[in-house]
T-cell receptor, first 118, second 116 residues
Framework: GAVVSQHPSWVICKSGTSVKIECRSLDFQATTMFWYRQFPKQSLMLMATSNEGSKATYEQGVEKDKFLINHASLTLSTLTVTSAHPEDSSFYIC??????????????FGPGTRLTVT | GESVGLHLPTLSVQEGDNSIINCAYSNSASDYFIWYKQESGKGPQFIIDIRSNMDKRQGQRVTVLLNKTVKHLSLQIAATQPGDSAVYFCAELVPSWADSWGKLQFGAGTQVVVTP
């Protein structure tokens, strides 16, 4: 089956610093990748949708200058949290959708990255 | 500031019993629905899906029911096992101007606790 990996699985950073999270589709090409944020005991909230080679589309209320998304290839998307603050501490989950050609909708989720900002 | 802590609805089930998890979805234009299982500290895992032209679909030990009239989705797990303990989310594929496929919108989730 299709596998999506994230790196790192957890990270602790100091307030004011930036941290980058990578999302890779390991055995398929993903024209579209998604970034979600999940706070404890809450649901997944879509932050942004990124298409390979173009700018990401951010959901309402998500600061594009704070959460920088790059989708430079069909297998890699990165999320950079800039000037992180304790309220950015969360579980960040990426998801990848397989390239066109499939009849069924296929969206695969990564294992998540736990970010703690101190 | 700090986010207010929320408590997921919890369903306690005895091992061997059947579980029924309910979900109300929001968009009458949604035409595809998925149930996910999420274990602590992990990403969501696909369980079963259903399209809006169906009202029931069965998998291995799981059944999804869709009632479009009242925008309700349910997941039935037969003979619940300890390994079924997790948070279960329904998700609907909502039409989006930015994406021809639409975007997945997740429900609030239900914590399932299986007791021996």
């Amino acid at each position: 089956g299709a596998v999506v990996s994230q790196h790192p699985s957890w990270v602790i950073c100091k307030s004011g610093t930036s941290v980058k999270i990578e999302c890779r589709s390991l055995d398929f090409q993903a024209t579209t990748m998604f970034w979600y944020r999940q706070f404890p005991k809450q649901s997944l909230m879509l932050m942004a949708t990124s298409n390979e080679g173009s700018k990401a589309t951010y959901e309402q209320g998500v600061e594009k200058d704070k959460f920088l998304i790059n989708h430079a290839s069909l297998t890699l998307s990165t999320l950079t949290v800039t000037s992180a603050h304790p309220e950015d501490s969360s579980f960040y989950i990426c998801s990848a959708r397989e390239a066109l050609g499939r009849e069924a909708y296929e969206q695969y989720f990564g294992p998540g990255t736990r970010l703690t900002v101190t | 500031g700090e986010s207010v802590g929320l408590h997921l609805p919890t369903l306690s089930v005895q091992e061997g019993d059947n579980s029924i998890i309910n979900c109300a979805y929001s968009n009458s234009a949604s035409d595809y629905f998925i149930w996910y299982k999420q274990e602590s500290g992990k990403g969501p895992q696909f369980i079963i899906d259903i399209r809006s032209n169906m009202d029931k679909r069965q998998g291995q030990r799981v059944t999804v029911l869709l009632n479009k009239t009242v925008k309700h989705l349910s997941l039935q797990i037969a003979a619940t096992q300890p390994g079924d303990s997790a948070v279960y989310f329904c998700a609907e594929l909502v039409p989006s101007w930015a994406d021809s496929w639409g975007k997945l919108q997740f429900g609030a989730g239900t914590q399932v606790v299986v007791t021996p």
